[in-house]
C-alpha cells in the first residue's frame, strides 16, 4: 500500500491521515462542495472533489468515490465509521477495482451486519444471545406469540443498519401488533430492508463492547469498554475498561468475542458487542460493528496501540502485529463525544462559525477533533466536532481530569454538548458508576436546569 484514500471527512478522516502518516503512505482526501474547507482537506497530501454537500450525492457515491481513487492512483481505501463504511457493496466494489478496502470482507460485513444472521452465527459459536426470534420475523402473529413466551417489554429491531433506527419497545402484544409495522417501515426507509427480529429487553442493561482486531486467521482483542450511557441510543460518553464487570466475567467476555470473530475468519478492526445484566452477571451478543468506531481511543489510551494504523497495515497484507500476551490494559480512560448540540434545547443541531478555540492538553488528555478558528461547521453532517479523551491510574482520578480538560475545552461560536459533560460529572450516580442503558434520558429531564446553569457559566 503506496496512497490510500479516505472515503470519509471530519475527525475521523483527520485520525486516519495521522495514522498512514505514521506508516509513511500517502493520503487522499475526498471531499464534498461543503467541505472544502475542512480539516482534513488541509492535511492531507492530495485532495479531490467528489460531488455537492449532499451525502447521497457524494460520500454515499460509491462510482465518485472509485472514480476519485482512479484519477489520483490510489491503491487503498479507508472507508473510516458511518457513510459506507458497512456497505458490503462497497467492499465489493472496491475490490473489484482491484483496490485494498481496509476493512473485512464484502461477505463478512454482509453476514455481520444482517444481526439476525450474526446472531445466528453467535449462537454456532457458543456465545451466549438475548432471548429472542431465529432470525427475522415474517408472521406478526406469530411474533406476537413469541414475545408472549419470551415475555415483555421485548425490543423490536431491524435486521440491518443500526444507530437506534428501526427499533421499538413493546410492552404488550397489543403495543407489538402496532410497532412492528412501523419498525420495519423505519428500517427500510433507512437501510433499504425492512427485516426485523425481536429480543427479549434486559432490564438496567449495560452496554458492554469488546475491541478486536484480526488477519483473516488469528484474532487478538483489546479488552472491553463500557458505552451505557446513551441518548436515544446514541452513545454520548464511553469508558474503558468497564467498572462493572469482575476479571472472570472479563475474561469470559473477551474470549467469547474472540471466538465469534475467529469463527467468521475476520480481518480488520472490529467491535463486538454485549448487553450485560448487573442484577445477574450474564451478558449477551447483540451485534458486531465490522469497522472502527467512534469510541476506539478509550482502548488505545488503556492498551497503548494504534488500531487505525495496525487496521491499515493488516488491510496492507502484513500478519497480526501483536500477540494476545501483549495487550496489558493499565489504568481507566473516558471518552465524551463533542457534538455540535445545545444541550439545554432537546439536543438542537448547532451549526455555526468556529471562533476562539482552546484545546485542552497536559498528561493523560487527547483530544481528538476536526475544528480550527474560523471554520465553519456544515449543517449536512453528523453533529460530531471531536471527541475529548483522558486517562489516569483509575476511574476517580480520570473523572478528576476529564473535569480538569472541559474546563481548559473552549469553543466560541457554537453551542456544544460541553455542559452536559459538567452537569453530569456531578451526579453521584455517575461517579459511582451506577448507570445503566435507561439511566441518561431521565437524568437529562431531572436536570435540564443544572445544564442550563453550566452552559450559561460557559458563554
Known amino acids: 500500500m503506496s496512497k490510500l484514500l479516505i472515503a470519509n471527512r471530519g475527525e475521523i478522516a483527520v485520525r486516519v491521515i495521522r495514522a498512514a502518516r505514521d506508516l509513511g503512505i500517502a493520503t487522499v482526501q475526498v471531499y464534498s462542495d461543503a467541505d472544502k474547507d475542512s480539516r482534513a482537506v488541509q492535511m492531507a497530501d492530495e485532495t479531490i472533489n467528489i460531488g455537492p454537500p449532499q451525502a447521497a ?25 458511518g457513510f459506507l463504511s458497512e456497505n458490503a457493496g462497497f467492499a465489493d466494489a472496491v475490490a473489484d477495482a482491484g483496490l485494498i478496502f481496509v476493512g473485512p470482507s464484502g461477505d463478512t460485513i454482509r453476514l455481520m451486519g444482517d444481526k439476525a444472521a450474526a446472531r445466528a452465527e453467535a449462537k454456532k459459536a457458543n456465545v451466549p444471545t438475548v432471548p429472542g426470534s431465529d432470525g427475522v420475523i415474517g408472521d406478526m402473529q406469530e411474533a406476537a406469540k413469541l414475545a408472549d413466551e419470551i415475555g415483555y417489554p421485548v425490543m423490536i429491531k431491524a435486521a440491518a443498519g443500526g444507530g437506534g433506527r428501526g427499533i421499538r419497545i413493546a410492552d404488550s402484544a397489543e403495543e407489538f401488533l402496532s410497532l412492528a409495522p412501523q419498525a420495519s417501515s423505519e428500517a427500510k426507509a433507512a437501510f433499504g430492508d425492512g427485516g426485523i427480529y425481536i429480543e427479549k429487553v434486559i432490564e438496567r442493561a449495560r452496554h458492554i463492547e469488546v475491541q478486536v482486531l484480526g488477519d483473516g486467521e488469528d484474532v487478538v482483542h483489546f ?16 469508558e474503558a475498561p468497564s467498572s462493572a464487570l469482575n476479571e472472570n466475567v472479563r475474561d469470559k467476555l473477551c474470549a467469547s468475542a474472540v471466538a465469534l470473530a475467529k469463527s467468521v475468519n475476520y480481518k480488520g478492526a472490529g467491535t463486538i458487542e454485549y448487553l450485560y445484566d448487573d442484577e445477574t452477571g450474564d451478558f449477551y451478543f447483540i451485534e458486531m460493528n465490522t469497522r472502527i468506531q467512534v469510541e476506539h481511543p478509550v482502548t488505545e489510551m488503556i492498551c497503548g496501540f494504534d488500531l487505525v494504523a495496525e487496521m491499515i497495515a493488516i488491510a496492507g497484507g502484513a500478519k497480526l502485529r501483536v500477540s494476545q500476551d501483549d495487550v496489558a490494559a493499565k489504568g481507566h480512560a473516558i471518552e465524551v463525544r463533542l457534538n455540535a448540540e445545545d444541550p439545554a434545547n432537546n439536543f438542537m443541531p448547532f451549526p455555526g462559525v468556529v471562533g476562539e478555540l482552546l484545546a485542552p492538553d497536559g498528561p493523560g488528555v487527547r483530544f481528538d477533533h476536526m475544528l480550527y478558528p474560523g471554520y465553519a461547521v456544515p449543517p449536512f453532517y453528523d453533529s460530531l466536532l471531536g471527541k475529548l479523551i483522558v486517562w489516569a491510574e483509575d476511574r476517580d482520578k480520570a473523572l478528576l481530569r476529564l473535569k480538569r480538560a472541559l474546563g481548559e475545552l473552549q469553543v466560541d461560536g457554537l453551542a456544544t454538548t460541553k455542559p452536559l459533560f459538567e452537569a453530569l ?20 429531564e431531572n436536570n435540564l436546569n443544572r445544564i442550563k446553569q453550566k452552559e450559561g457559566s460557559n458563554s
Open 57 to 81: 450525492k457524494s460520500y454515499l457515491d460509491i462510482e465518485a468515490i472509485l472514480k476519485a481513487a482512479r484519477d489520483t492512483g490510489a491503491d487503498a481505501i479507508h472507508p473510516g465509521y
Open 425 to 444: 460529572l456531578e451526579s453521584e450516580d455517575l461517579r459511582a458508576g451506577k448507570v445503566h442503558t435507561r439511566w441518561l434520558e431521565p437524568w437529562l
Open 223 to 238: 479488552h472491553e469498554r463500557e458505552c451505557s450511557l446513551q441518548r436515544r441510543r446514541q452513545k454520548v460518553w464511553e
